[in-house]
């Protein structure tokens, strides 16, 4: 069934976003005979990315049930054909306004002034998610999953035994490398300035890490390698020297911006732009508003516990139906 800009059709689920929490909530949903609508977003749109930030991402090992390991965009697929097999219904569009004063609660594609919405969901659930922070390097895209990525928890097995660069002075890029050290032979942090964000604890983890080094007022300019990084083109700010440092591996450690543009005042947030949702549940505050995956959880970031949490919204859209009744 086509969705229409100005339609104004009523549905009892809508679903906006189509990550691992999205897609899960949109299978629990669907075989609730609760035929949920699902906004996966636009393929051009790199804060609203169908699949989510797996469909960057290459062998993907640490999400059950693939002994073998899964690569990401494969994985996100079975999840969508997985949706589809129970009754939902998938449309390849972004969300372009929500109106969440009144219910059923209003969302609009394409023209967000139009009079009408698009659709009228009596239960909304979001899974917008969150996109890591990167250097807006040329190849930058290209380069994920050949060498570069955001998350050392994730891909720090691939690297063992190799030198890897981590970019960042905060507690993220402190923990990441602290991390990455059981299983690399040397790994640098780059800052670009002359101390670190970092607590004060995180600090003195990394400086009495024998594996870690620092490169002090320095950013990077430039990937190197072609099918694969090879290393990277320093600059430092100070002197404008320009070097080579070797590396195989690259992890951007400078915080994530979470997709909740779309409801800033409509939805209670934290300081740093997450959705707030209620101890133990995926409620927000709005009654029948559910969040689910990184658009709310700004510590696990895993597709496993973003799964988790489409399904704890799936269910709790459900009950939350029921009690209309």
């Known amino acids: 069934m086509p969705l229409l800009e100005g339609e104004g059709r009523e549905v009892d689920v809508a679903i906006i976003g189509s990550g691992p929490a999205g897609l899960t909530a949109a299978i629990y949903t669907a075989r609730a005979d609760l035929k949920p609508v699902v906004l996966e977003g636009e393929p051009s749109s790199t804060s609203d990315q169908p699949g989510g930030q797996l469909m960057l991402t290459t062998d993907v090992e640490n999400f059950p049930g693939f002994p073998e390991g899964v690569m990401g965009p494969e994985l996100m697929q079975r999840f969508r054909d997985q949706a589809e097999r129970f009754g939902a219904e998938i449309h390849t569009v972004k969300a372009s306004r929500v109106d969440l004063s009144q219910q059923p609660y209003g969302i609009w594609?394409?023209?967000a002034s139009a009079?009408?919405?698009a659709l009228r969901a009596k239960a909304l659930i979001v899974s917008t998610g969150a996109q890591s922070i990167m250097l807006d390097l040329d190849r930058e895209i290209n380069m994920v999953g050949h060498?570069?990525?955001t998350c050392a928890t994730c891909d720090g097995f691939f690297f063992r035994d190799q030198h890897i660069a981590v970019v960042g002075g905060g507690d993220s890029a402190m923990e990441e490398a602290t991390f990455l050290?059981?299983?690399a032979s040397k790994v640098t942090i780059i800052h670009r300035r002359d101390s670190l964000r970092a607590s004060k604890i995180m600090q003195q983890r990394a400086f009495s890490n024998e594996r870690i080094r620092f490169m002090w007022n320095s950013v990077v300019e430039a990937y190197l390698g072609d099918s694969a990084l090879s290393g990277l083109r320093i600059r430092n700010v100070n002197t404008?020297?320009?070097s080579v440092l070797d590396v195989t591996g690259c992890f951007i450690a400078i915080?994530?911006?979470p997709n909740t543009g779309l409801f800033a005042g409509?939805?209670?947030m934290k300081e740093s732009g997450y959705l707030l949702t209620k101890a133990n549940s995926a409620a927000t505050e709005l009654a029948g508003v559910f969040a689910c995956g990184d658009v709310q959880d700004d510590f696990y970031r895993q597709a496993i516990t973003a799964a988790g949490t489409g399904c704890m919204a799936a269910i709790e859209a459900e009950r939350y139906l029921e009690s209309l009744h």
């Open 115 to 117: 009079n009408e919405p």
């Open 109 to 111: 594609v394409g023209n």
């Open 181 to 183: 050290t059981r299983f």
């Open 147 to 149: 060498g570069l990525s």
């Open 240 to 242: 404008n020297e320009i």
């Open 266 to 268: 409509q939805l209670p």
């Open 255 to 257: 915080g994530h911006r």
